[in-house]
């Protein structure tokens, strides 16, 4: 079984210069260019540290960010090459199919490229005053374990994810390497404005306990002189490669003996847009109802536009006074989460006369809530993480990430769990449909007013326990008092978003009559 992938493996490795002069001269020059590619990143550490402790702490971190990437290779790839599913009809063992699979995966693209750079590496690192035999087991662990992620992701991916979801967990991959993405900048550019850069060390220490950086940290400690630190982050490697070796097994085994799930009921491609993503179930339906709303109607963009101009003012107020930018920096993005989730105040009334296809059809008061929740989340969430580590970047204190990903994700949820309560319990009249969305409404209510300072003032309250679990942390940055904050500012929120889901659901089961009557009396 090894030996018939190793040439199917190498088989797929020469199809790529198969074609005509161009195919294979676009093919060239990419391997060219990877291979610079590979000798640069292996250059890196050395032109961004003249100090050595430096070198050895960015060669950590930029050895992790690899191997992170590495990982996250499969919710980008579009081949289904040698997946495991595929050799279902094959008799052979679990077991086998599985260590093929695994030791053939040496003979990829991919791989080729790691260990161009691990050459490299070892060309341009001439002061490494290390045995071999550590250059020999950091290197086995550095293979093993990048081999290993990249085969355990992709076959959780192919195992857990359906087919159709594909896509989105491409934007997943994506929103998580744009989040990681200034928060690299910073810590690099941190290290080549001081050689002894706290961050950059810090972050190799932290590191230097992961499956990502334990044996670039290995290294490091023998170069030092430190041995036993060395030993011990090299068993650490080894661990985790024992770990996942074993998950993939428990993989392998579970895709040969299943097949790949079906789409569910209900779901389509006859060109409904968002409504075939969605599986035909009440709260799926109106999230996808919503979501179409706040694509299209104009009354929702004019709202999403004017969210920015309320920080932007604050901010510039608070700089002419002379706040620090610093904590300056940590204002905007709280508030334009917490305008975001307010903004579903009085989304029922934005509905006009179509509220009555939930009452008519006996929709579930939780389910209309719920579903309602899906456009704010679907914005808010990515701004939670790419804005956090914008915020942290412009801070310059990469330990507060924590607590400012927990506090942007608790005012996000409780601002939307309060505004889909007062959706229900106070609508006021609001744009029509087809008007502009400058026009005021044709019948102005007494409690507009009232509607948006109590909602308002609810989300503020709810706010202020999760604001002040992270202020400690931000001001007096600790990894552990972080960890909590971001463990209380989730629990905060999905508590606070659940309850009021129940209590919106349940003003809107016993106030649906009315609420149909209402918005028929604002058209």
């Not at 060390?201 to 041995?227: F, K, M, S």
């Not at 036993?228 to 068993?235: G, W």
């Not at 909590?484 to 349940?506: K, Q, S």
């Amino acid at each position: 079984m090894v030996a018939r992938l190793f040439r199917l493996r190498i088989a797929l490795l020469g199809s790529v210069f198969r074609g005509g002069f161009r195919a294979i001269f676009r093919t060239v020059l990419t391997a060219i260019l990877a291979i610079a590619l590979a000798v640069g990143y292996a250059w890196l550490p050395g032109w961004l540290s003249n100090d050595a402790a430096g070198r050895a702490s960015i060669g950590v971190f930029l050895a992790s960010a690899l191997m992170a990437a590495i990982a996250l290779v499969p919710l980008f790839a579009n081949v289904r090459n040698l997946e495991p599913r595929q050799f279902a009809a094959f008799p052979a063992r679990p077991g086998s199919v599985a260590t093929a699979l695994l030791l053939s995966t040496v003979l990829s693209w991919p791989m080729i490229w790691l260990l161009v750079w691990m050459a490299a590496l070892v060309v341009l690192q001439p002061d490494w005053a290390v045995p071999p035999w550590a250059l020999l087991v950091s290197a086995l662990l550095t293979i093993g374990l990048s081999i290993s992620l990249v085969r355990v992701s992709s076959g959780a991916v192919h195992l857990l994810v359906p087919r159709r979801a594909i896509g989105g967990l491409r934007w997943i991959g994506l929103l998580i390497a744009l989040a990681a993405l200034p928060l690299i900048v910073f810590l690099l550019t941190d290290a080549v404005r001081s050689a002894h850069s706290s961050a950059v060390h810090d972050t190799a220490e932290v590191l230097g306990w992961t499956p990502l950086g334990a044996p670039a940290a290995g290294l490091a400690y023998l170069e030092q002189g430190d041995v036993s630190a060395a030993v011990m982050r090299f068993a650490a490697a080894g661990a985790a490669l024992l770990v996942l070796v074993a998950l993939w097994y428990l993989i392998v085994a579970r895709s040969l003996s299943t097949v790949e799930r079906p789409d569910p009921d209900g779901v389509n491609s006859d060109g409904l847009e968002l409504f075939e993503r969605f599986p035909a179930h009440p709260r799926e339906v109106i999230a996808a109802r919503s979501l179409t709303y706040w694509r299209r109607d104009p009354r929702y963009r004019v709202a999403l536009f004017a969210i920015p101009i309320a920080p932007i003012v604050m901010v510039a107020a608070l700089w002419i006074a002379g706040v620090d930018p610093a904590m300056l920096s940590l204002l905007p993005l709280p508030v334009i989460l917490l305008l975001l989730g307010w903004s579903l105040h009085n989304d029922v009334a934005y509905d006009s006369t179509a509220i009555w296809m939930h009452v008519a059809s006996g929709t579930k008061g939780v389910h209309d809530r719920a579903g309602r929740l899906a456009p704010v989340l679907v914005i808010g969430l990515p701004l939670v993480i790419l804005g956090s580590s914008l915020t942290v970047t412009v801070a310059g204190d990469w330990r507060t990430l924590p607590a400012v990903i927990g506090l942007n994700f608790a005012v996000l949820l409780v601002s939307a769990g309060a505004a889909s309560v007062f959706s229900v319990l106070m609508p006021y009249p609001a744009t029509r449909p087809g008007d502009s969305p400058f026009a005021q409404p044709a019948v102005q209510g007494s409690g507009a007013g009232l509607a948006q300072t109590l909602s308002m003032l609810v989300a503020l309250i709810l706010a202020v326990p999760p604001v002040l679990f992270a202020a400690r942390p931000i001001l007096e940055p600790e990894l552990v008092t972080n960890l909590i904050a971001l463990g209380f500012g989730v629990g905060w929120g999905l508590l606070v978003l659940w309850l009021c889901t129940l209590i919106g659901g349940r003003v809107f089961e016993r106030g649906a009559p009315e609420l149909v009557a209402l918005t028929q009396t604002f058209d």
